[in-house]
């Protein structure tokens, strides 16, 4: 069993730490990216992995032996992104990043800007409800 399995993760850094360093690079290099975009996003360990919320989860990410997952917290995104991830290995919830290859950041920060707009668009959906 993997030791990120028994373990509870309280950080990004503690979570980064458990990874060697391509990965861990990635990682980081996704933090970094999300931060830029939503500088106001929360880090949080959610499902034992790191996410950011902005108004609710704005992404979820984590990594493998092979690839990154990017989780966007809706098959929405997927499916209105889906000709700018062919090439990706994608299922419902699931953007794989492989390692092999340069991470897709101008990619990840639209995708980013997207769930930040959808977050708000709901927030801004319930405050006309409760008025």
Request: net charge positive; hydrophobic share 35%; glycine share 6%.
């Given at each position: 069993?993997?030791?990120?399995?028994?373990?509870?993760?309280?950080?990004?850094?503690?979570?980064?730490?458990?990874?060697?360093?391509?990965?861990?690079?990635?990682?980081?290099?996704?933090?970094?990216?999300?931060?830029?975009?939503?500088?106001?996003?929360?880090?949080?360990?959610?499902?034992?992995m790191p996410a950011f919320k902005f108004h609710g989860i704005?992404?979820?990410?984590?990594?493998?032996?092979?690839?990154?997952?990017?989780?966007?917290?809706?098959?929405?995104?997927?499916?209105?992104?889906?000709?700018?991830?062919?090439?990706?290995?994608?299922?419902?919830?699931?953007?794989?990043?492989?390692?092999?290859?340069?991470?897709?950041?101008?990619?990840?920060?639209?995708?980013?800007?997207?769930?930040?707009?959808?977050?708000?668009?709901?927030?801004?959906?319930?405050?006309?409800?409760?008025?």
């Amino acid at each position: 069993m993997d030791e990120r399995n028994k373990r509870k993760f309280t950080s990004f850094d503690e979570y980064f730490s458990t990874f060697p360093k391509n990965i861990r690079e990635k990682l980081e290099k996704i933090r970094l990216v999300i931060k830029e975009v939503v500088p106001e996003a929360e880090e949080t360990i959610s499902y034992n992995m790191p996410a950011f919320k902005f108004h609710g989860i704005l992404v979820y990410f984590a990594g493998y032996k092979g690839h990154i997952g990017l989780y966007p917290g809706d098959s929405k995104t997927i499916v209105i992104f889906k000709d700018q991830l062919k090439g990706f290995e994608t299922s419902k919830g699931t953007i794989r990043l492989p390692l092999d290859k340069a991470l897709p950041l101008s990619l990840i920060k639209t995708i980013v800007q997207f769930r930040a707009q959808t977050n708000l668009e709901k927030i801004n959906l319930k405050l006309k409800k409760n008025k």
